[in-house]
């Protein structure tokens, strides 16, 4: 009763909402910068699950939530839902990806070559605790490659397609306005494909790798093998009004291609994401890899998993139990204790 | 004329929060409902400042409806003064300066979680129910494209199965709040989950309702004077909550939907849920000359 039947919610939800961030202190331009610098996974991981690629904004939700991740992806897409759309960037070709790291687990070498990029991959996993005692940690520079590798590569799907391993999808020649959006426009089932690939691009890297995970262990019919992951810039190629096309900057993207053997084919599994996030685009692109054919209600069901990795709906009403239920709760037992009341008559034998 | 004079004033929001093109999203989508009562019409939901799960989709539709002029009330379980229902009602004062209200008949627009107001809606005042699930066939059908077939089809056998299946398990339905019901006879809803009790209220109601699952991504509506018959069998008729006797221990109030409140001695008291309506009781009780409208119960009973 104490916290809803009083008159005074007004007063305590401000002073709960105080109390927390009085924790964190005052928010200034110098902490956001800081947090920007020194989390550049982070910074990817959120704007990825926001869609909305800005690093600033991402920096200060993640200042202003004291790094509460579904709250920092909400603040985000509670501000990018009210923006303009001012327009459609330029489809990017795989091929057109300024490329930082590609590598492919499908075969020893491939066409561009394996590039390793930055990676903890191979690092041991142990904590530089002399930073602790004051010792800053100060890792060595990087030599640069004799040969540095061609920032621009084809797929490794492409060169799969043109040995008929893999029948490539068709091209999607949609452009500008008419490309469905899942921000505009309700999630229904059988989703369209740009549907399906946006919300597994917003999907909350957690529950995506759950049940990619459940459909890697055994839970799915497809084993994946890395055909592709890379990671790399995308140049946004926006159209002036007077009609000149330019470059509105790089934003940063991973991409999975996952592959198995379906029959005398290989079947494809594909997924794309802001920021750079390789468990979440191997996992993501599992379970694309999965759905087809996939049984109703299966984790890996692309109703089940699209709704189920849906991170600010899933923790919304999650945190939801926290409100008050007593009017729901009344009624059951209202229902509850009548049927106890009375006794069902045994059926005679 | 300057470009300037053309345009508007840059604001870091626009009003009501929404823009543009969201309101006109729902308000078609609301147009539709209104059309198919009952019927689940998907939209695109915006995220709103406010978790999902909290009332994003009722605070959608009256972040479209709302005016300068609208006076809003806001209710959680009935109450005027829960933490969420302040924390909504807040927000809207915030984004649209439409005063607020506490009087169930004062105000234009009321949105709601779980319960519906005592005194009887008018013509003139919009109800607006958040809704957390809004497919009644969950339980009998969880994934979400079949169930759209099944409402297309009417095909509600499974639905009539699990109310028979509860009479011969336990003697009774066993449905607590967010009873099934046939609108406009066609299309099954869940009415949210309010109590039994308030499913007769919608049923001929003069108001507009629209029911609003922000997380669900689902908007219906229950026009006025439209029928909403909880699914019962001719035999074992529909029943609300036995509080038609109870008598609310603050207010004096007797024969409306009541919260319990366990006492220390073991036994339970009852306190009016509809809090403003139990405020109106405490006032009258002691001489203020004010305004109490007409209630869909009398002494406990619903009118047929």
């Given at each position: 009763?104490?916290?809803v039947?009083?008159?005074g919610?007004?007063?305590?939800?401000?002073?709960?909402?105080?109390?927390?961030?009085e924790a964190?202190?005052?928010?200034?331009?110098?902490r956001?910068?800081?947090?920007?610098?020194?989390?550049?996974?982070?910074?990817?991981?959120?704007?990825?699950?926001?869609?909305?690629?800005?690093?600033d904004l991402?920096?200060?939700?993640?200042a202003?939530?004291?790094g509460?991740l579904?709250e920092?992806?909400?603040?985000?897409?509670a501000?990018r839902t009210?923006?303009?759309?001012?327009?459609?960037?330029?489809?990017?070709?795989?091929?057109d990806l300024?490329?930082?790291?590609?590598i492919?687990?499908a075969?020893k070498?491939?066409?561009?070559g394996?590039?390793?990029?930055?990676?903890?991959?191979?690092?041991?996993?142990?904590?530089e605790?002399?930073?602790?005692?004051g010792?800053?940690?100060?890792p060595?520079k990087?030599?640069?490659?004799?040969?540095?590798?061609?920032?621009?590569?084809?797929?490794?799907?492409?060169?799969?397609a043109a040995?008929?391993?893999v029948?490539l999808?068709?091209?999607d020649t949609?452009?500008?306005?008419?490309?469905?959006?899942?921000?505009r426009e309700?999630?229904?089932?059988?989703?369209?494909?740009?549907?399906?690939?946006?919300?597994?691009?917003?999907?909350?890297?957690?529950?995506?790798?759950?049940?990619g995970y459940?459909a890697?262990?055994?839970?799915?019919?497809?084993?994946?093998?890395?055909?592709?992951?890379?990671?790399?810039?995308?140049?946004?190629?926006?159209?002036?009004p007077?009609g000149?096309a330019?470059?509105?900057g790089?934003?940063k993207?991973?991409q999975a291609e996952?592959?198995?053997?379906q029959?005398?084919?290989?079947?494809?599994?594909?997924?794309?994401?802001?920021?750079?996030?390789e468990?979440?685009c191997?996992a993501a692109?599992?379970l694309?890899?999965?759905?087809?054919?996939a049984p109703?209600?299966?984790?890996t069901?692309e109703?089940?998993?699209?709704?189920h990795?849906?991170?600010?709906?899933?923790?919304?009403?999650?945190?939801?139990?926290k409100?008050p239920h007593?009017?729901?709760?009344?009624s059951?037992?209202?229902?509850?204790?009548?049927?106890?009341?009375k006794p069902?008559?045994?059926?005679?034998? | 004329?300057?470009l300037?004079?053309?345009?508007?004033?840059?604001?870091?929001?626009?009003?009501?929060?929404l823009?543009?093109?969201?309101?006109?999203?729902?308000?078609?989508?609301?147009?539709?409902?209104?059309?198919?009562?009952?019927c689940?019409?998907?939209y695109?939901?915006?995220?709103?400042?406010?978790?999902?799960?909290?009332?994003?989709?009722g605070?959608?539709?009256s972040?479209t409806?709302?005016h300068?002029?609208?006076?809003?009330?806001?209710?959680d379980?009935?109450?005027?003064?829960?933490v969420?229902?302040a924390s909504i009602?807040r927000?809207?004062?915030?984004?649209s300066?439409?005063?607020?209200?506490?009087?169930?008949?004062?105000?234009?627009?009321?949105?709601?979680?779980?319960?519906?107001?005592?005194?009887?809606?008018r013509?003139?005042?919009?109800?607006?129910?958040?809704?957390?699930?809004?497919e009644?066939?969950r339980?009998?059908q969880?994934?979400?494209?079949?169930?759209r077939?099944?409402?297309?089809?009417?095909?509600y056998g499974?639905m009539w199965?699990?109310?028979?299946?509860q009479?011969?398990?336990s003697?009774r339905?066993?449905?607590?709040?967010?009873?099934p019901?046939?609108?406009?006879?066609?299309?099954?809803?869940?009415?949210?989950?309010i109590?039994?009790?308030?499913?007769?209220?919608l049923?001929?109601?003069?108001?507009?309702?629209?029911?609003s699952?922000?997380?669900?991504?689902?908007?219906?509506a229950?026009?006025?004077?439209t029928?909403?018959?909880?699914?019962?069998?001719?035999d074992?008729?529909?029943?609300?909550?036995?509080?038609?006797g109870?008598?609310?221990?603050?207010?004096?109030a007797?024969?409306?939907?009541?919260?319990?409140?366990p006492?220390?001695?073991?036994s339970?008291?009852?306190e009016?849920s509809?809090?403003?309506?139990?405020?109106?009781?405490?006032?009258?009780?002691?001489?203020?000359?004010?305004e109490?409208?007409?209630?869909?119960?009398?002494?406990?009973?619903?009118?047929q």
């Amino acid at each position: 009763m104490a916290y809803v039947a009083t008159r005074g919610g007004e007063r305590a939800i401000e002073q709960s909402e105080r109390l927390f961030r009085e924790a964190m202190g005052p928010i200034e331009a110098a902490r956001v910068a800081e947090i920007r610098a020194a989390m550049p996974y982070l910074i990817d991981r959120v704007m990825g699950e926001a869609s909305l690629y800005d690093e600033d904004l991402a920096a200060l939700a993640l200042a202003q939530t004291g790094g509460e991740l579904y709250e920092a992806v909400l603040l985000l897409r509670a501000w990018r839902t009210t923006q303009p759309r001012l327009g459609v960037a330029a489809a990017v070709e795989q091929g057109d990806l300024f490329t930082h790291r590609r590598i492919s687990a499908a075969f020893k070498d491939i066409p561009g070559g394996q590039v390793l990029g930055p990676t903890l991959d191979y690092s041991h996993r142990v904590l530089e605790t002399d930073v602790l005692a004051g010792k800053p940690f100060d890792p060595p520079k990087v030599d640069p490659a004799d040969n540095p590798a061609p920032a621009f590569q084809p797929s490794v799907s492409a060169w799969q397609a043109a040995n008929d391993l893999v029948d490539l999808p068709k091209p999607d020649t949609t452009k500008g306005e008419a490309i469905p959006d899942v921000t505009r426009e309700p999630l229904l089932f059988p989703s369209k494909r740009a549907h399906t690939l946006q919300s597994l691009a917003r999907a909350e890297t957690g529950s995506v790798l759950a049940l990619g995970y459940a459909a890697m262990r055994g839970y799915g019919q497809a084993h994946p093998t890395v055909n592709e992951l890379r990671l790399a810039e995308a140049e946004v190629m926006v159209t002036h009004p007077s009609g000149t096309a330019f470059s509105a900057g790089r934003v940063k993207v991973s991409q999975a291609e996952v592959v198995s053997k379906q029959g005398e084919t290989l079947g494809l599994g594909f997924a794309a994401t802001f920021g750079w996030n390789e468990v979440k685009c191997i996992a993501a692109a599992t379970l694309d890899l999965n759905a087809k054919g996939a049984p109703k209600g299966s984790a890996t069901e692309e109703e089940f998993f699209l709704y189920h990795t849906e991170g600010v709906e899933a923790s919304g009403f999650c945190i939801h139990f926290k409100l008050p239920h007593y009017v729901t709760f009344q009624s059951s037992l209202d229902a509850m204790r009548d049927a106890r009341a009375k006794p069902v008559k045994e059926p005679a034998e | 004329m300057t470009l300037a004079s053309l345009t508007k004033p840059w604001a870091p929001m626009s009003y009501g929060f929404l823009d543009a093109s969201a309101k006109r999203e729902l308000r078609r989508k609301m147009i539709k409902a209104v059309c198919v009562p009952g019927c689940q019409m998907p939209y695109a939901s915006r995220e709103v400042p406010m978790a999902r799960g909290w009332g994003t989709g009722g605070l959608q539709v009256s972040l479209t409806l709302i005016h300068p002029q609208m006076r809003v009330k806001v209710i959680d379980q009935g109450a005027d003064d829960s933490v969420n229902a302040a924390s909504i009602r807040r927000f809207l004062a915030r984004v649209s300066g439409a005063p607020a209200t506490l009087d169930t008949l004062e105000a234009d627009l009321i949105q709601s979680r779980h319960r519906i107001p005592e005194e009887i809606l008018r013509e003139d005042q919009v109800l607006v129910l958040q809704v957390p699930n809004p497919e009644p066939l969950r339980s009998v059908q969880p994934n979400m494209s079949i169930a759209r077939q099944m409402h297309g089809d009417a095909d509600y056998g499974r639905m009539w199965l699990q109310l028979y299946e509860q009479i011969v398990r336990s003697g009774r339905v066993m449905q607590g709040a967010s009873y099934p019901s046939m609108v406009n006879g066609r299309h099954v809803m869940t009415p949210s989950p309010i109590p039994r009790w308030d499913v007769p209220k919608l049923h001929m109601a003069q108001h507009l309702t629209i029911l609003s699952a922000g997380r669900e991504k689902r908007i219906f509506a229950v026009p006025p004077y439209t029928r909403v018959e909880p699914l019962v069998f001719d035999d074992v008729p529909y029943r609300v909550e036995e509080h038609g006797g109870l008598t609310c221990y603050r207010s004096g109030a007797k024969g409306f939907f009541m919260n319990e409140i366990p006492q220390g001695d073991g036994s339970s008291a009852y306190e009016v849920s509809d809090s403003e309506y139990g405020v109106k009781a405490i006032r009258t009780r002691d001489g203020e000359a004010i305004e109490t409208g007409e209630t869909w119960y009398k002494n406990g009973e619903m009118p047929q």
